[in-house]
């Protein structure tokens, strides 16, 4: 088990990483649905998914994309975008 303060930081990078999604889904998707997944086992997996239209062809991550980057690094974790169509 880690230690008190790594775990609240993984929550904390945890929680604002899907709050970050969740607001690039309301600002760019233009979707009518949104489901945020929580799997807790070994590790922690989050999944932001929407019924919109996709990310561009040419698509260029922005402050967002790259903020939740620098959060999820910053406690050890990969953080992955993916879209289908």
């Known amino acids: 088990m880690g230690s008190p303060g790594r775990e609240s930081a993984q929550g ?3 929680g604002l990483r ?3 999604a969740v607001a690039n ?3 760019y998707a233009h979707a009518d649905n949104c489901w945020v997944g929580v799997e807790l086992g070994d590790t922690l997996v ?3 998914a929407d019924d919109g239209n996709g990310l561009p062809d040419r698509f260029r991550p922005g402050a967002g994309m790259e903020s939740m980057r620098e959060r999820a690094a910053a ?3 990969p953080n992955r975008s993916k879209a289908w169509s």
């Open 12 to 14: 904390r990078g945890a």
């Open 18 to 20: 899907v709050v970050e």
């Open 25 to 27: 889904v309301l600002r």
């Open 46 to 48: 989050l999944t932001v």
């Open 75 to 77: 406690i050890g974790r």
